[in-house]
């Protein structure tokens, strides 16, 4: 992290696996609000979710950093697989800020899909949240994120941008392989291999 940072990209999601859409989003996102990082967080365990088919939290973070290392913007943290339990936004917010030099010294950006966001208002202690970072939805081109159904506390902090290459979704990564079809170019090369590898996502 530069030493004279004032805005910090945090990336979260459950990226599984990571792919282009989410590189391409992150890089959009960091030039449109001149962000000075992007920090990938990978959900330790994501909320609502069950266990099923997602790859160990260790499998997604080192799949992450394969992905990330090519951009000298990009680095990944394990802080919210590392706390272990439930992934909360607001605490991996918080534990950012004190890593990031104490509450205060620049502005936050939680960056993440917009499906993700139109829940904002479910999220664990949300009456906290537009105090301590502002939100960013990204969604590929004609998704209508609905601010008025978007809670009135959220509505001036939270921004929607278009990403046409998030068109490409894990979910569909995840079912190519099942059926033994290709993902190449969908995902960075050292993905791809390292999925292969590591046999991940062959079985449901
Ligand atoms: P999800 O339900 O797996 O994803 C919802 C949609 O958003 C999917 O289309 C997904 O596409 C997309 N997406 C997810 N992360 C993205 C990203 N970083 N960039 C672009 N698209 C993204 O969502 P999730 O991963 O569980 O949750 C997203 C984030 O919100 C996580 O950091 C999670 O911890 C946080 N969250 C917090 C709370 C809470 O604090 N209580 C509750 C829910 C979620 P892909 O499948 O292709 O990624």
């Not at 979260?12 to 920090?39: C, S």
């Not at 950093?65 to 605490?91: K, W």
């Not at 939680?110 to 970072?133: C, Q, V």
């Not at 929607?160 to 033994?180: D, H, K, M, N, Q």
Request: proline share 5%; net charge neutral.
């Amino acid at each position: 992290m530069k030493k004279d940072w004032s805005k910090l990209g945090i990336m979260g999601g459950t990226f599984n696996p990571i792919h282009h859409g989410h590189l391409i989003a992150a890089e959009f996102v960091r030039d449109e609000f001149k962000l000075d990082e992007i920090l990938f967080v990978p959900s330790g365990k994501p909320p609502h979710k069950h266990a099923g088919e997602i790859a160990s939290p260790e499998h997604r973070w080192m799949m992450a950093l394969l992905a990330a290392g090519t951009n000298e913007y990009f680095s990944v943290s394990s802080l919210e697989i590392d706390r272990g339990g439930e992934s909360y936004t607001r605490d991996t917010i918080l534990e950012l800020k004190e890593i990031y030099g104490g509450r205060g010294k620049g502005d936050f950006y939680f960056i993440t899909g917009a499906d993700a966001i139109a829940e904002i208002s479910t999220w664990h202690k949300k009456e906290n949240l537009p105090e301590i970072a502002k939100f960013i939805a990204v969604s590929r081109p004609g998704y209508k994120l609905d601010m008025d159904k978007i809670d009135p506390l959220f509505r001036r902090c939270t921004y929607l941008v278009e990403v046409p290459a998030l068109a490409i979704s894990s979910t569909e990564i995840r079912e190519r392989i099942r059926r033994g079809r290709t993902i190449k170019y969908l995902v960075p090369e050292a993905v791809e291999k390292y999925i292969h590898k590591n046999k991940l996502y062959q079985e449901v």
